[in-house]
């Protein structure tokens, strides 16, 4: 459908997000091995741990806080009338209420040098019940409504709010962090949607800088 608002979004435009879901799950992976390893390694693994830890929890939260802030409220002006769509957005609501403050128990687990292996692990195992739960549900139920009800145009201006509302620091870690392992077909997915001279930037500045710093392991 083309209207004065652009075209209804594509599949195509819904790949950045189901990207950036894939990068959650990459490091949902990996925090199950922090989960097995807390309290053994030395402490430059343990600093290579919160690095690539809060990367992930900052990204998570930042994502979260775009759907709540921009995504959500423009759907539900659409979806006025359709109940089941915006019982869909109280959902997402809900379950990012609930990974917020599982968040922020690890974040604490990890300050505090007194938490034992057990502890960091259920918290974990907490975390990521809640995540992989919700990252399926948005894509089942709450992509279709995207896709459904937002036009390329409308999309263009809450990702440009989105990126306004980043620091220059998170922008310039928000390209490699997504893109962190990812298969090649989607690198260049990723990198299509930069204009030109930040995949400069990206390339030779950015991403080399990302490299280098220790993570995870
Ligand atoms: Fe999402």
């Known amino acids: 459908m083309t209207t004065v608002?652009?075209?209804l979004l594509t599949e195509d435009d819904m790949e950045i997000m189901r990207i950036l879901h894939n990068a959650f799950r990459r490091d949902a992976a990996r925090l199950v091995t922090v989960a097995e390893r807390f309290g053994t390694v030395d402490a430059e693994t343990h600093d290579a741990v919160?690095?690539?830890?809060h990367g992930?929890?900052?990204?998570l939260h930042h994502h979260h806080t775009i759907e709540d802030d921009h995504i959500w409220p423009h759907l539900r002006d659409k979806l006025a009338?359709?109940?089941?769509?915006?019982a869909v957005l109280d959902d997402?609501?809900?379950e990012h209420s609930l990974i917020d403050p599982a968040l922020a128990a690890i974040e604490a687990a990890f300050d505090d040098p007194e938490t034992g292996r057990d502890e960091v692990a259920e918290r974990i195992d907490g975390l990521l019940t809640l995540l992989a739960g919700h990252l399926a549900?948005?894509?089942k139920d709450a992509f279709p409504l995207m896709k459904g009800w937002l036009t390329t145009r409308e999309w263009a201006v809450i990702n440009r709010t989105a990126m306004k509302e980043l620091s220059f620091s998170e922008i310039a870690e928000l390209?490699?962090?997504i893109l962190d392992s990812?298969?090649?077909?989607?690198?260049?997915?990723?990198l299509a949607e930069f204009p030109a001279p930040l995949r400069l930037v990206h390339r030779f500045w950015w991403n080399p800088r990302y490299q280098r710093a220790r993570r995870w392991e």
């Open 92 to 94: 997402m609501e809900s």
């Open 137 to 139: 549900h948005e894509e």
């Open 5 to 7: 608002e652009g075209s």
């Open 175 to 177: 390209g490699p962090y």
């Open 56 to 59: 992930f929890s900052s990204g």
């Open 81 to 86: 009338d359709r109940p089941d769509d915006l």
């Open 182 to 190: 990812a298969p090649p077909p989607d690198v260049r997915r990723v």
């Open 50 to 53: 919160l690095l690539g830890w």
